[in-house]
């Protein structure tokens, strides 16, 4: 078997795990549950929770201490047990306990995934920006496979979605124990920083990119406002009777998934845009993308107004990808080859860590407080305008305070810290 289709394996079923479940627990928690938004943002901020320190902790094992696939190999079977046991959970308040173990075994492994990817495909001598790219995108065609079975199925508010994710993630824990070897880059520790593995947090010292991961973080909490709330929006036209019969909301996930599919387009543009507009361009026109993601849901409906909700999952694809991907490997080019996990494990605190928590906690507060009316109506209207007003807040700070020279062909030049 080639490599690339070892890593396109890889990729597939990392993300069909996350996509069994994530676009569809808000149903779960809301329609099923009948819990609070703020409850459920509890519970979705799980993820950035444990961003918070499992993806930089277990970068740094990998780092200096254990092979980066094995550890990949292991978290994924931990986390299958924890998803095995979502289903018979009862309460938030327990659920939150049991998605939080979930996610400190889920989380890392996006990142880990990246480490192993670069690596193997430095050693066989390839440009992980024109290779890479087209290896990940099957990590959103696992996603969207992951949406479809779950909508094709129906099972957008049943616990039976858990047990789907898990039995993939046993599929992948094992797989990943055939993965290529990425051994700890294992260097003679000449201080403490250096024998924790904390060496990547002096990229934090240079202006550049702490106002890198500053605004990522931002973008980050960008992400987990769709994640969290995109399909119970789309599933909550069904109290209308006009929209009750439409296409959105018996397959809200289906409409849902053509924001992955745009994903796979705008991931393959990527190394042209690296390459000739740079990082600083290629992040601003993805916080363009979130304001109107944000925009055309808030102005949308399943029938005269359907070309809005299509075009914003269209937007989709370029807000994630040049944000997610193009940041990944901006870090990969800026960080040490010694500290590539750790860096990556930073990317992912700041990102799907610190921007992951604000992000879900705090909607889900403000959301209780200002946007929900009478009988627990949610106004997504004013909903979707308060984000994208945060979002391109976001993009006019970026522009002004991101400094960063764009030399074409030097996207990866590492720097030693």
Same mark, same amino acid.
């Given at each position: 078997?080639?490599?690339?289709?070892?890593?396109?394996?890889?990729?597939?079923?990392?993300?069909?795990?996350?996509?069994?479940?994530?676009?569809?627990?808000?149903?779960?928690?809301?329609?099923?549950?009948?819990?609070?938004?703020?409850?459920?943002?509890?519970?979705?901020?799980?993820?950035?929770?444990?961003?918070?320190?499992?993806?930089?902790?277990?970068?740094?094992?990998?780092?200096?201490?254990?092979?980066?696939?094995?550890?990949?190999?292991?978290?994924?079977? %931990?986390?299958?047990?924890?998803?095995?046991?979502?289903?018979?959970?009862?309460?938030?308040?327990?659920?939150?306990?049991?998605?939080?173990?979930?996610?400190?075994? &889920?989380? *890392?492994?996006?990142?880990?995934?990246?480490?192993?990817?670069?690596?193997?495909?430095?050693?066989?001598?390839?440009?992980?920006?024109?290779?890479? +790219? +087209?290896?990940?995108?099957?990590?959103?065609? #696992?996603?969207?496979?992951?949406?479809?079975?779950?909508?094709?199925?129906?099972?957008?508010?049943?616990?039976?979605?858990? &047990?789907?994710?898990?039995?993939?993630?046993?599929?992948?824990?094992?797989?990943?124990?055939?993965? +290529?070897?990425? *051994? *700890?880059? &294992?260097?003679?520790?000449?201080?403490?920083?250096?024998? %924790? #593995?904390?060496? !990547?947090?002096?990229?934090?010292?240079? &202006?550049?990119?702490?106002?890198?991961?500053?605004? !990522?973080?931002?973008?980050?909490?960008? %992400?987990?406002?769709?994640?969290?709330?995109?399909?119970?929006?789309?599933?909550?036209?069904?109290?209308?009777?006009?929209?009750?019969?439409?296409?959105?909301?018996? =397959?809200?996930?289906?409409?849902?998934?053509?924001?992955?599919?745009?994903?796979?387009?705008?991931?393959?543009?990527?190394? $042209?845009?690296?390459?000739?507009?740079?990082?600083?361009?290629?992040?601003?026109?993805?916080?363009?993308?979130?304001?109107?993601?944000? #925009?055309?849901?808030? =102005?949308?409906?399943?029938?005269?107004?359907?070309?809005?909700?299509?075009?914003?999952?269209?937007?989709?694809?370029?807000?994630?990808?040049? $944000?997610?991907?193009?940041?990944?490997?901006?870090?990969? @080019?800026?960080?040490? +080859?010694?500290?590539?996990?750790?860096?990556?494990?930073?990317?992912?605190?700041?990102?799907?860590?610190?921007?992951?928590?604000?992000?879900?906690?705090?909607?889900?507060?403000?959301?209780?407080?200002?946007?929900? @009316?009478?009988?627990?109506?949610?106004?997504?209207?004013?909903?979707?305008?308060?984000? !994208?007003?945060?979002?391109?807040?976001?993009?006019?700070? $970026?522009?002004?305070?991101?400094?960063?020279?764009?030399?074409?062909? !030097?996207?990866?030049? *590492?720097?030693?810290?």
């Amino acid at each position: 078997m080639s490599l690339k289709l070892r890593l396109i394996i890889m990729n597939f079923l990392q993300f069909f795990v996350w996509g069994s479940w994530l676009t569809t627990v808000g149903n779960y928690c809301y329609q099923t549950q009948h819990w609070s938004s703020t409850e459920f943002g509890a519970i979705f901020a799980t993820m950035g929770i444990a961003s918070l320190f499992m993806p930089a902790l277990m970068g740094i094992l990998a780092d200096k201490w254990i092979n980066a696939e094995r550890l990949y190999g292991v978290l994924h079977l %931990l986390g299958a047990c924890m998803l095995f046991i979502v289903p018979t959970v009862g309460s938030p308040q327990l659920l939150f306990w049991v998605m939080l173990v979930n996610m400190c075994f &889920y989380m *890392p492994t996006i990142a880990l995934s990246i480490t192993v990817a670069y690596n193997a495909l430095k050693a066989d001598g390839q440009d992980i920006i024109k290779v890479y +790219p +087209p290896i990940r995108v099957w990590g959103t065609v #696992g996603f969207i496979v992951a949406m479809w079975t779950i909508s094709l199925r129906h099972l957008d508010t049943s616990p039976t979605q858990f &047990y789907v994710a898990g039995i993939a993630a046993v599929l992948l824990g094992l797989y990943a124990f055939t993965l +290529p070897r990425c *051994p *700890p880059a &294992y260097t003679k520790h000449t201080s403490l920083v250096d024998a %924790l #593995g904390l060496r !990547a947090f002096a990229l934090m010292k240079q &202006y550049k990119m702490a106002v890198f991961f500053l605004f !990522a973080m931002a973008l980050g909490a960008s %992400l987990q406002l769709t994640n969290a709330y995109g399909n119970t929006f789309l599933s909550d036209f069904g109290s209308n009777a006009v929209y009750a019969q439409s296409f959105v909301v018996k =397959y809200s996930n289906i409409v849902l998934s053509l924001s992955q599919v745009s994903e796979t387009l705008f991931i393959l543009a990527i190394p $042209f845009f690296l390459y000739r507009f740079g990082i600083k361009t290629v992040m601003l026109i993805s916080m363009i993308a979130w304001v109107l993601r944000f #925009g055309l849901f808030a =102005y949308g409906n399943p029938t005269d107004l359907l070309w809005m909700i299509l075009m914003s999952n269209i937007v989709y694809g370029m807000a994630f990808d040049f $944000f997610n991907i193009s940041g990944s490997l901006f870090v990969e @080019g800026q960080a040490d +080859p010694q500290i590539r996990a750790s860096a990556q494990g930073l990317f992912m605190l700041m990102t799907n860590g610190i921007g992951a928590v604000l992000g879900s906690s705090l909607s889900g507060i403000i959301i209780d407080r200002y946007f929900t @009316g009478a009988g627990g109506v949610l106004q997504w209207h004013q909903i979707w305008l308060a984000f !994208a007003a945060y979002s391109l807040v976001v993009a006019v700070l $970026f522009a002004i305070l991101f400094k960063h020279k764009h030399v074409p062909d !030097a996207v990866t030049t *590492p720097v030693h810290i």
